[in-house]
């Protein structure tokens, strides 16, 4: 079907992205997922939305969630997650991936930190819900702005402000995330992130994923493909995206990209407007 990745299982399954022009920093999305599963990927932003219908199960900072109906979904900046339908007919939710600056900036606090990846409040998750959808189709950037600033009022209570709590076993290994960020394209080696980590190899392998609950290879494919939606959303070539995030080739970067965010890189771009022109 036109606008549903050939890798999608099922015909049913849907995902689009849209930036607004105006507000740099800002990501919304929207979805409704049947059979595919969500890889582990992550943000490097807030990721915050609703669950319109249907529940879905994901994996966040060790712990297995349900998110159903009416609920609000609130993820960190930086943590690792997948996603799945835990009921037959899937799910159906909205989010929107906001910058770190750029929540601090709307809500004039910094940090935010959602202590709970799932809150059940239905009141306020169809009010969030009804925001997103109203953000998703302005085209008006004041309307737009206005909207965003009811939205983080909506979810300022479900956070706690001025304070975070990551995980001190997360923050030992902040260096080896640093090594891998600045090598993306490169061949890395358990011996070698070891050696940044100062531990033995394979008491770093038992560590990391103790601390992240992924293994190193996994963590390394996540930031690969979040730098290449940056990249893509940028208008770079997916063949030289590919390339410049350590992946085989371009059918690399879309079987995996796909599986992290539920699109094709060209249909990520076209979503966006970014597609690279073709060469005369």
């Known amino acids: 079907m036109n606008g549903v ?14 930036r ?17 599963a969500f890889e582990p990927h992550t943000h490097d932003a807030y990721g915050l939305g609703a669950i319109e219908s249907g529940v879905e199960r994901f994996r966040y900072r060790g712990s297995e969630h349900l998110a159903p109906p009416d609920t609000l979904v609130l993820m960190n ?14 799910w159906r939710y909205r989010m929107v991936y906001l910058d770190a600056d750029v929540l601090n900036a709307l809500s004039g606090d910094a940090p ?20 997103l959808q109203a953000l998703w189709t302005s085209n008006d950037p004041l309307a737009f702005d ?23 076993a997360m923050q030992r290994f902040t260096a080896v995330i640093d ?9 890395l080696t358990l011996e070698m992130l070891a050696g940044v ?24 494919m996540a930031l690969r493909l979040f730098d290449a939606k940056q990249r893509l959303a940028a208008g770079e070539a997916p063949a030289s995206v590919a390339a410049a995030t350590g992946l085989t080739d371009q059918a690399h970067l879309t079987r995996a990209f796909v599986r992290r965010y539920g699109v094709t890189p060209g249909r990520y771009q076209q979503q966006l407007g970014t597609r690279p022109r073709q060469r005369a």
């Open 112 to 131: 935010w930190w959602f202590a709970d990846a799932v809150a059940h409040d239905a009141g306020r998750a169809r009010r969030v819900g009804r925001l």
């Open 5 to 18: 990745p050939l890798a999608f299982d099922h015909v049913t399954d849907r995902a689009a992205f849209r």
């Open 77 to 90: 900046p930086d943590e690792l997650h997948t996603g799945r339908a835990e009921t037959e007919q899937g």
């Open 179 to 187: 090594c891998m960020r600045s090598r993306l394209a490169d061949v």
């Open 197 to 220: 980590a100062g531990l033995s190899p394979f008491h770093f392998l038992r560590e990391f994923k103790r601390a992240h609950d992924a293994t190193p290879q996994q963590m390394l």
């Open 20 to 36: 607004p022009a105006h507000r740099p920093g800002i990501e919304l999305y929207q979805a409704h997922i049947v059979r595919h």
């Open 146 to 168: 206005s909207q965003l600033s009811l939205l983080i009022d909506e979810l300022r209570p479900a956070a706690r402000i001025g304070q975070t709590a990551r995980p001190q």
